[in-house]
């Protein structure tokens, strides 16, 4: 085979029955039964090689999901499970796992900084993710793609900080015009840190050098926004030289739904709808290594499937979605690999 299926999955809120999570929020028996049925009802139609889990606070409760959808029987997973009683990332994959690691701290050279000007300036530091990346490195077997040799492919699975309103202690009314959108600048700015961040992280599997990066994760934000711009990169000026271009698309990513755009007719892509407005916060990002474009690729982005049908419109529909189902749809990005003989597809 050459082709193979990478997916992003937030679960929102997995965790054991009869656990508080946040605002008294939990699952008795009966819920949680539901919500592990229809995750793994999920996992069975999205059914990815590899996928990015977010939003996981039990990683038995994953283990059991992923064990009830009965195909992933010889598949491997690893959870970024640093911070204790927090949401984190995980990814499950068929192909074998060589290595990951857990980065919850930024790079030095990524830590932004805030400086007053006066004789008592304070410092201020976003120096952390909210929750911890997970970089993983997955061997794409030569017996699995034909071909003369392994690939081996980067993933990070991420979720970075969401648009809900960061409020301070003095904080006297949460309704309040002002204060609403102070909050939710606080919210932005940790966001932008973490895009830097990632961005900075991303150099190390990204620059000079032939192995494909994959992102996968919930962005909390569209692909135009300039978080995500700052975690894919600009590309280089049309009259830019070519060692100059060149040496900018070595370090870009690519959302896999701009891709699927240029191949189709429509755009319909939503993975979350937020008081009648439907955004796209779950993404996909490939290195050029992935990019139909490059001739030196090793494959190609060849469809994109959002399995958002359970999102309901609340402001249109008198009905809402489900507490144990999630309220994100999933991404699930297919690829196809150059055959060897021919190295076209």
């Not at 995980?90 to 074998?96: D, T, V």
């Not at 940790?190 to 032939?210: F, Y």
């Amino acid at each position: 085979m050459n082709i193979f299926k990478i997916g992003t999955f937030n679960v929102q809120n997995l965790s054991s029955p009869n656990i508080e999570l946040y605002n008294s929020f939990q699952y008795s028996q009966e819920e949680y039964e539901k919500k592990i049925q229809w995750a793994s009802n999920q996992l069975i139609a999205i059914n990815a090689d590899i996928v990015g889990f977010q939003e996981i606070f039990d990683q038995k409760a994953l283990m059991e999901m992923i064990r009830m959808s009965n195909i992933y029987q010889k598949s491997s997973l690893c959870c970024a499970t640093n911070s204790p009683n927090r949401p984190f990332v995980a990814c499950l994959s068929r192909f074998p796992i060589e290595d990951y690691e857990i980065i919850e701290k930024f790079p030095d050279e990524a830590i932004l900084k805030f400086e007053e000007e006066s004789k008592n300036s304070q410092m201020f530091l976003f120096n952390k993710f909210s929750r911890p990346v997970l970089r993983v490195k997955i061997c794409i077997p030569k017996s699995f793609t034909m071909l003369s040799e392994d690939i081996f492919v980067q993933v990070y699975v991420v979720h970075l900080k969401s648009k809900r309103p960061i409020f301070t202690s003095d904080c006297k009314d949460m309704n309040e015009p002002v204060e609403i959108a102070k909050a939710t600048a606080r919210s932005l700015i940790i966001r932008s840190a973490e895009s830097v961040a990632l961005r900075s992280i991303l150099m190390k599997s990204l620059r000079n050098t032939d192995n494909p990066v994959v992102v996968l994760g919930d962005i909390n934000d569209s692909e135009r926004a300039i978080t995500s711009q700052i975690v894919t990169g600009l590309p280089p000026e049309k009259r830019a030289p070519f060692l100059v271009k060149k040496q900018k698309w070595d370090t870009l990513l690519y959302h896999v739904k701009d891709i699927q755009a240029r191949l189709s007719y429509q755009d319909f892509y939503y993975t979350h709808i937020f008081n009648g407005h439907y955004e796209a916060l779950d993404h996909i990002m490939v290195s050029q290594e992935f990019v139909m474009e490059n001739h030196s690729s090793l494959g190609r982005v060849t469809y994109v499937h959002l399995f958002n049908d359970h999102l309901i419109d609340s402001t249109l529909s008198p009905t809402s979605t489900e507490k144990w189902k999630s309220d994100h749809g999933q991404v699930v990005a297919t690829i196809e690999l150059k055959r060897e003989n021919t190295k076209e597809f």
